[in-house]
């Protein structure tokens, strides 16, 4: 099976940057889309940025221009750089990725625990 772990969470100011990282582990075949999603106390986890083995990525209308995702398909790992925080975007962070754990699986998704990022001034 397949586990991903988040990293890169934390306290930043309105303005600010920050960076997610996602690491895929285990044993399986392949991963394919990666992506991160995001919940808010009291709202619905949604999406906010994939991409596809190849590198081509689709952000949420919210985080356009301010986001981008990016992987090393080397390194298993999926990153998400924030820039130009809004008091909005604090959330857990949650990894996902696409995964068929051996030659002719059906791909299935896995998810990380999530990271917190908050906010604040």
């Known amino acids: 099976q397949a586990q991903l772990v988040e990293s890169g969470g934390g306290l930043v100011q309105p303005g600010g940057s920050l960076r997610l990282s996602c690491a895929a582990s285990?044993?399986?075949?392949?991963?394919?889309?990666m992506g991160w999603y995001r919940q808010a106390p009291g709202k619905q986890r949604e999406l906010v940025a994939v991409?596809?083995?190849?590198?081509?990525?689709n952000y949420a209308d919210s985080v356009k221009g301010r986001f981008t995702i990016s992987r090393d398909n080397a390194k298993n790992t999926v990153y998400l750089q924030m820039n130009s925080l809004k008091p909005e975007d604090p959330a857990v962070y949650y990894c996902?990725?696409?995964?068929?754990?051996?030659?002719?699986?059906?791909?299935?998704?896995?998810w990380g625990e999530g990271t917190l990022v908050t906010v604040s001034s």
């Open positions: 991409i596809t083995s190849g590198g081509s990525p």
């Open positions: 285990g044993s399986y075949y392949s991963i394919y889309g």
């Open positions: 996902d990725a696409d995964v068929a754990l051996y030659v002719g699986a059906r791909r299935r998704d896995y």
